[in-house]
Protein backbone atom coordinates (compact mmCIF):
# COMPACT_ATOMS: atom_id res chain seq x y z
CA UNK A 1 0.00 0.00 0.00
CA UNK A 2 1.48 3.55 -0.89
CA UNK A 3 1.57 6.21 1.74
CA UNK A 4 0.98 9.62 1.39
CA UNK A 5 2.17 12.30 4.53
CA UNK A 6 0.71 15.68 4.37
CA UNK A 7 2.89 18.03 6.01
CA UNK A 8 0.75 21.13 7.50
CA UNK A 9 2.27 23.80 9.07
CA UNK A 10 -1.15 24.84 10.94
CA UNK A 11 -3.77 22.57 11.64
CA UNK A 12 -6.20 23.16 7.92
CA UNK A 13 -3.44 23.71 5.97
CA UNK A 14 -3.28 20.82 4.38
CA UNK A 15 -7.10 20.26 3.87
CA UNK A 16 -7.22 23.83 2.43
CA UNK A 17 -4.03 23.04 0.07
CA UNK A 18 -4.33 19.38 -0.52
CA UNK A 19 -7.89 17.92 0.46
CA UNK A 20 -9.46 16.95 -3.14
CA UNK A 21 -6.01 15.03 -4.04
CA UNK A 22 -5.88 13.56 -0.20
CA UNK A 23 -9.60 12.12 -0.56
CA UNK A 24 -8.36 11.31 -3.96
CA UNK A 25 -5.88 8.91 -3.02
CA UNK A 26 -7.25 7.74 -0.12
CA UNK A 27 -10.09 6.19 -1.84
CA UNK A 28 -7.87 4.74 -4.69
CA UNK A 29 -6.12 2.87 -1.93
CA UNK A 30 -3.47 5.08 -0.31
CA UNK A 31 -2.89 5.35 3.40
CA UNK A 32 -2.25 8.71 4.30
CA UNK A 33 -0.72 10.29 7.13
CA UNK A 34 -1.22 14.09 8.36
CA UNK A 35 1.31 16.03 10.45
CA UNK A 36 -0.17 19.27 11.75
CA UNK A 37 3.00 20.81 13.38
CA UNK A 38 1.18 23.83 15.40
CA UNK A 39 -2.62 23.94 17.01
CA UNK A 40 -2.41 27.42 16.86
CA UNK A 41 -3.49 27.52 20.27
CA UNK A 42 -1.58 31.16 20.99
CA UNK A 43 -3.20 32.61 17.89
CA UNK A 44 -6.95 32.00 19.33
CA UNK A 45 -9.20 34.58 20.62
CA UNK A 46 -9.68 34.45 24.32
CA UNK A 47 -13.39 33.43 24.00
CA UNK A 48 -12.48 29.88 22.41
CA UNK A 49 -11.68 26.53 24.32
CA UNK A 50 -7.84 26.06 23.87
CA UNK A 51 -8.37 22.46 22.07
CA UNK A 52 -10.91 23.65 19.06
CA UNK A 53 -8.78 23.29 16.73
CA UNK A 54 -7.48 20.33 17.93
CA UNK A 55 -10.97 18.67 17.81
CA UNK A 56 -11.89 20.21 14.57
CA UNK A 57 -8.79 19.04 12.59
CA UNK A 58 -9.71 15.29 13.60
CA UNK A 59 -13.28 15.80 12.44
CA UNK A 60 -11.79 17.14 9.25
CA UNK A 61 -8.92 14.89 8.53
CA UNK A 62 -11.63 12.14 8.95
CA UNK A 63 -14.03 13.01 6.42
CA UNK A 64 -10.82 12.81 3.90
CA UNK A 65 -10.57 9.37 4.57
CA UNK A 66 -7.51 9.83 7.04
CA UNK A 67 -7.89 7.20 10.22
CA UNK A 68 -7.18 9.10 13.52
CA UNK A 69 -4.09 6.58 14.33
CA UNK A 70 -2.28 8.53 11.36
CA UNK A 71 -3.24 12.05 12.44
CA UNK A 72 -0.51 13.62 14.61
CA UNK A 73 -0.87 17.32 16.25
CA UNK A 74 2.14 19.01 17.28
CA UNK A 75 2.70 21.84 19.73
CA UNK A 76 5.12 23.89 17.70
CA UNK A 77 4.10 28.11 18.48
CA UNK A 78 2.88 29.31 15.72
CA UNK A 79 4.97 32.05 14.26
CA UNK A 80 8.09 30.95 15.88
CA UNK A 81 9.01 28.21 13.38
CA UNK A 82 12.47 30.32 12.15
CA UNK A 83 13.14 29.69 15.45
CA UNK A 84 12.74 26.26 15.91
CA UNK A 85 14.34 25.24 12.72
CA UNK A 86 16.30 22.20 13.88
CA UNK A 87 13.70 20.78 16.24
CA UNK A 88 11.69 20.60 13.06
CA UNK A 89 13.75 19.17 10.64
CA UNK A 90 14.73 16.17 13.34
CA UNK A 91 11.32 15.65 13.94
CA UNK A 92 10.63 15.74 9.94
CA UNK A 93 13.93 13.33 9.37
CA UNK A 94 11.61 10.61 12.63
CA UNK A 95 8.56 10.86 9.94
CA UNK A 96 10.29 9.48 7.06
CA UNK A 97 11.96 6.63 9.11
CA UNK A 98 8.23 5.72 11.07
CA UNK A 99 6.24 6.21 7.92
CA UNK A 100 8.52 5.88 5.00
CA UNK A 101 6.13 8.09 2.79
CA UNK A 102 6.21 7.15 -1.37
CA UNK A 103 4.82 11.17 -1.47
CA UNK A 104 5.01 14.20 0.15
CA UNK A 105 2.70 17.04 -0.18
CA UNK A 106 3.75 20.55 1.54
CA UNK A 107 3.13 24.28 1.36
CA UNK A 108 4.99 26.11 -1.46
CA UNK A 109 8.12 26.90 -1.31
CA UNK A 110 6.89 30.74 -2.76
CA UNK A 111 4.54 30.57 0.56
CA UNK A 112 5.26 34.12 2.41
CA UNK A 113 3.90 32.84 5.82
CA UNK A 114 7.26 32.07 7.57
CA UNK A 115 6.17 28.94 9.38
CA UNK A 116 4.70 27.58 6.00
CA UNK A 117 8.25 28.41 4.62
CA UNK A 118 9.77 27.05 7.33
CA UNK A 119 8.17 23.87 6.74
CA UNK A 120 8.98 23.53 2.71
CA UNK A 121 12.35 24.02 3.54
CA UNK A 122 12.79 21.68 6.09
CA UNK A 123 10.40 19.20 4.03
CA UNK A 124 13.00 19.60 1.19
CA UNK A 125 16.31 18.54 3.59
CA UNK A 126 14.24 15.85 5.38
CA UNK A 127 12.45 14.24 2.44
CA UNK A 128 14.81 15.05 -0.43
CA UNK A 129 14.96 11.43 -1.68
CA UNK A 130 11.10 11.02 -1.46
CA UNK A 131 8.65 12.40 -4.29
CA UNK A 132 7.53 15.94 -3.05
CA UNK A 133 5.03 18.26 -4.60
CA UNK A 134 4.04 21.58 -2.90
CA UNK A 135 0.38 22.66 -2.25
CA UNK A 136 -0.38 26.08 -2.60
CA UNK A 137 -2.48 29.04 -0.40
CA UNK A 138 -3.49 31.25 -2.77
CA UNK A 139 -3.70 34.18 -0.11
CA UNK A 140 -0.07 33.67 0.76
CA UNK A 141 1.55 32.80 -2.36
CA UNK A 142 3.47 35.60 -3.79
CA UNK A 143 4.20 33.56 -6.82
CA UNK A 144 3.59 29.76 -7.37
CA UNK A 145 4.33 27.42 -10.19
CA UNK A 146 1.61 25.03 -11.87
CA UNK A 147 4.23 22.19 -12.66
CA UNK A 148 1.59 19.33 -11.26
CA UNK A 149 -2.32 18.85 -11.12
CA UNK A 150 -4.29 15.97 -10.15
CA UNK A 151 -7.12 15.38 -11.59
CA UNK A 152 -10.26 15.50 -9.13
CA UNK A 153 -13.82 14.47 -9.18
CA UNK A 154 -16.57 16.61 -8.13
CA UNK A 155 -16.85 14.41 -5.17
CA UNK A 156 -13.30 14.99 -4.44
CA UNK A 157 -13.67 18.63 -4.12
CA UNK A 158 -17.23 17.96 -2.23
CA UNK A 159 -15.14 16.10 0.33
CA UNK A 160 -12.68 18.68 0.57
CA UNK A 161 -15.60 21.45 1.03
CA UNK A 162 -17.32 19.55 3.57
CA UNK A 163 -13.54 18.97 5.30
CA UNK A 164 -13.27 22.94 5.34
CA UNK A 165 -16.60 23.49 6.99
CA UNK A 166 -15.36 21.24 10.26
CA UNK A 167 -13.42 24.35 11.13
CA UNK A 168 -15.99 26.28 12.58
CA UNK A 169 -14.00 28.76 15.06
CA UNK A 170 -12.48 29.73 11.23
CA UNK A 171 -16.01 30.14 9.27
CA UNK A 172 -15.34 33.83 9.36
CA UNK A 173 -12.49 33.82 7.26
CA UNK A 174 -12.76 35.12 3.54
CA UNK A 175 -11.07 32.08 1.73
CA UNK A 176 -13.05 29.24 4.00
CA UNK A 177 -15.61 29.21 1.83
CA UNK A 178 -17.42 26.35 -0.22
CA UNK A 179 -17.51 29.12 -3.59
CA UNK A 180 -13.89 29.61 -3.04
CA UNK A 181 -12.95 26.38 -2.80
CA UNK A 182 -14.83 25.22 -5.92
CA UNK A 183 -13.87 27.82 -7.78
CA UNK A 184 -10.01 27.10 -7.35
CA UNK A 185 -10.72 23.94 -8.33
CA UNK A 186 -12.76 24.47 -11.32
CA UNK A 187 -9.88 27.11 -12.64
CA UNK A 188 -7.22 24.87 -12.13
CA UNK A 189 -9.16 21.89 -14.11
CA UNK A 190 -9.87 24.73 -16.67
CA UNK A 191 -5.76 25.08 -16.99
CA UNK A 192 -5.95 21.25 -18.23
CA UNK A 193 -9.27 20.44 -20.16
CA UNK A 194 -10.73 19.22 -16.98
CA UNK A 195 -12.91 19.77 -14.77
CA UNK A 196 -11.54 19.92 -11.25
CA UNK A 197 -8.01 19.78 -10.47
CA UNK A 198 -5.15 20.84 -7.73
CA UNK A 199 -2.32 22.56 -8.74
CA UNK A 200 0.98 21.85 -7.02
CA UNK A 201 4.57 23.11 -7.53
CA UNK A 202 6.94 19.87 -7.67
CA UNK A 203 9.96 20.05 -5.91
CA UNK A 204 11.09 16.81 -6.62
CA UNK A 205 9.72 13.52 -8.35
CA UNK A 206 11.12 10.50 -8.93
CA UNK A 207 10.47 7.83 -11.67
Known amino acids: MPRLLILAPHVDDGEFGCGGSIAKLVEEGWEAHYVAFSSCQTSLPDHLPPDILVCE ?32 LEYMVRL ?51 TAFTLLEERH ?10 YR ?27 YAEAFQVFRWLL
Not at 60 to 88: C, N, S, Y
Not at 120 to 143: D, S, V
Not at 157 to 166: G, L, Q, S, T, Y
Open 57 to 88: VKEATEVLGIKPQHLQVLDFEVRRFPELRQEI
Open 96 to 146: KADIKPDLVFMPSKDDTHQDHQQVAQEGFRAFKTTRMLGYEMPWNNLEFST
Open 157 to 166: VEKKVEAMRC
Open 169 to 195: SQADRFYATGEFIRSLARTRGVQIAQP
